[in-house]
């Protein structure tokens, strides 16, 4: 079946590390991403990698702490989140596309696969 597996997240005092991962199973996706949610918020783009050449993108909150990268061999991928602040917290979720076309990266209803999502919380 196919479906998107995270792992990682936890809670971590502000200024910590966490690492979450994202494996598709039973398909390998153009395009995989995170975007991020809060209670009353709208879901809000974190990062976004494309596995045909590893093109890397990046929302203006999240760059130079965040880092995103991906293994081929596993279509998974690795959010390196550093330096974190009260306001990175809320449920991360994982997407996925497999067609290809456009760029719509930032766009939650691009992606045609979710993870169940994993919670984030960064103490003050």
């Known amino acids: 079946q196919a479906q998107l597996v995270e792992s990682g997240g936890g809670s971590v005092q502000a200024g910590g590390s966490l690492d979450l991962a994202c494996a598709a199973s039973?398909?390998?996706?153009?395009?995989m991403g995170w975007f991020r949610q809060a209670p009353g918020q709208e879901r809000e783009f974190v990062a976004a990698i494309w596995f045909v050449d590893g093109d890397t993108y990046y929302a203006d909150s999240v760059r130079g702490r965040f880092t995103l990268s991906k293994d081929n061999s596993r279509n998974t991928m690795l959010l390196q989140m550093r330096d974190l602040k009260p306001d990175d917290s809320g449920v991360y979720f994982c997407a996925a596309r497999v067609a290809l076309g456009s760029n719509d990266y930032s766009t939650p209803n691009w992606y045609h696969r979710w993870g169940q999502g994993t919670q984030v919380t960064v103490a003050s």
């Open positions: 039973s398909f390998s996706p153009s395009i």
